[in-house]
């Protein structure tokens, strides 16, 4: 600070705040240190801030300029911005797969399908989030840890929609009920962030149906199964005719060892 910032640009993606939180306001602190120009990208919803930096700036004498990279910072901070929009956590959605659609064989065998590139990508998404949720189905017959082993990162927070046995290794954990949008109510109101829903087929479908899903991270393994007797990637009845078939946006498409990453969203107009 001082003369080495007087007279300064500074680029940020969201709007500096107003408010004393955890730290003292960053506004005080730009216009302290002389800054001249401040580049936001976009405004930040937070009912905290909400324009009142951009005003605290402008009013302390300091440039503000709005909107450069909007669209791309809007795209990056796509889960922050959703959680301080609608209290609801962004939802993505891991699935994988056989070529033809196939996450098990009629025996329940399922691993694995994907190769080691492809599950490695899995934990470093599992990091990614702040929260998993799988359903007590998943939990009584794989007995999964749901932690972060293949990649550097935190262990997401744990959540079972429904009842975990009392040694399941997903312990400690939260256990919740209820319709996919009454969780991520509940969710939101416990600061969740960012959820990967990682299963299985009766959980995938009910957040799939309700229209709750964000993003959808499809691996897709070069196998099949062959016939129609295996289990597939949502339970239950899908679309009954051509126009109502799920129609959203090839997002990302990445090769990884033998296997594919598939990211899909949501057309805009539809997203929650």
Partial sequence: AGA???????????????HTGRTAPCTDALIAAGVGRV???????????????????????????????????????????????TGRPWVVLKLAATADGATATPDAGSRWITGHAARADAHRLRARCDTVLVGAGTVRADDPALTVRHCDGTDPRRVVLGRAPDDAAVRPCWE????PADVLDELGRRGVVELLVEGGATVAAGFHRAGLV???????????TGGDDARRLFAGPGAAT???????????????????RVTLRPPADFRH
């Fill in 4 to 18: 080495a910032t007087a007279g300064a640009v500074l680029h940020t993606t969201l709007e500096p705040c107003a």
């Fill in 176 to 179: 919740l009920a209820g319709e």
């Fill in 214 to 224: 964000d993003e959808y991270v499809l691996y897709l393994a070069p196998a099949l």
């Fill in 242 to 260: 051509m126009d109502d078939l799920w129609r959203g946006e090839f997002v990302d498409v990445t090769r990884l060892g033998d296997d594919l």
């Fill in 39 to 85: 580049v936001v990208g976009i405004a930040d919803p937070d009912e905290a801030v909400s324009g009142a930096g951009i005003a605290a700036l402008r009013a302390g004498g300091v440039e503000v300029a709005v909107g450069e990279c909007a669209a791309e910072i809007t795209d990056q901070l796509g889960p922050y911005l959703r959680q301080r929009r």
